[in-house]
């Protein structure tokens, strides 16, 4: 069975400034890894999706992740942040091969960005 | 526009009484989903249909019941409200699973449950 591990529930940040939110993921086979964006009242929006090859992956909105096998980790980066940006994050695992399109959820970290 | 839609937006209901969430999606896309999101915004699948066939079935109480009348559409029917079904819950859609196993979910925005 796979889990994930976002350790910080809130993230306050000022706009313009870089931010990191983590991601820890266990998990006996191999994954893809994703991480959703949930503005409020609106259900999820997908930021980037890691399968194969480059550990680096960039998505929407400026947002990118590396994925560290060693660490098993997919921690979200983005080096600007803008008022926008305020939403919930979620990080995302999913087995290679797995039965169904069966998603398992971190509880989500919200990124909170001030003027 | 091509969507997940879901209805409705906000359901207030008694315990007791049984109530349906009406999902929609136009993304041709052969796999829907069922999302509860709990009050913490824990997101935890409940069910998957498959071109109509049910495909995840998560530890979900008996109440639940989804029905998918064509794979467009997959509809969640609850019995027996108890006030531990308040959350938000999600519909979500995504290309056949068999095929394309890292298609991502679109999700609809969500229909908020209060049971009182």
């Known amino acids: 069975a796979q889990s994930v591990t976002q350790l910080d529930s809130q993230v306050p940040v000022f706009e313009e400034a870089p931010v990191e939110l983590r991601c820890n993921y266990s998990?006996?086979?191999?994954?893809?890894l994703f991480w959703y964006v949930q503005y409020p009242n609106q259900g999820l929006q997908l930021l980037l999706k890691?399968?194969?090859?480059?550990?680096l992956v960039k998505g929407i909105n400026g947002f990118e992740a590396e994925f560290n096998k060693s660490q098993t980790s997919f921690h979200l980066r983005k080096p600007s942040v803008h008022i926008s940006d305020t939403a919930e994050y979620f990080c995302?695992?999913?087995?290679?091969?797995?039965?169904?399109?069966?998603?398992?959820f971190g509880t989500g970290t919200q990124l909170k960005v001030e003027l | 526009d091509t969507a997940v839609s879901q209805t409705p937006k906000y359901l207030v209901t008694q315990m007791g009484n049984d109530k349906s969430i009406k999902c929609e999606q136009n993304?041709?896309?052969?796999?829907m989903y069922w999302y509860k999101q709990d009050s913490k915004k824990f997101l935890k699948i409940m069910f998957s249909?498959?071109?109509?066939?049910?495909?995840i079935n998560e530890t979900v109480p008996n109440r639940f019941s989804p029905k998918s009348p064509d794979k467009a559409h997959l509809n969640l029917h609850i019995n027996s409200l108890e006030l531990g079904d308040s959350a938000v819950y999600f519909c979500?859609?995504?290309?056949?699973?068999?095929?394309?196993?890292?298609?991502?979910?679109?999700f609809g925005n969500g229909t908020r449950l209060t049971v009182t």
């Open positions: 249909y498959n071109n109509k066939e049910l495909i």
């Open positions: 890691y399968l194969s090859g480059s550990t």
């Open positions: 979500a859609s995504s290309q056949e699973p068999g095929t394309v196993y890292n298609s991502p979910l679109h």
């Open positions: 998990s006996s086979v191999s994954v893809y």
């Open positions: 995302a695992v999913r087995d290679v091969g797995g039965g169904g399109n069966k998603l398992t």
């Open positions: 993304l041709g896309h052969d796999t």
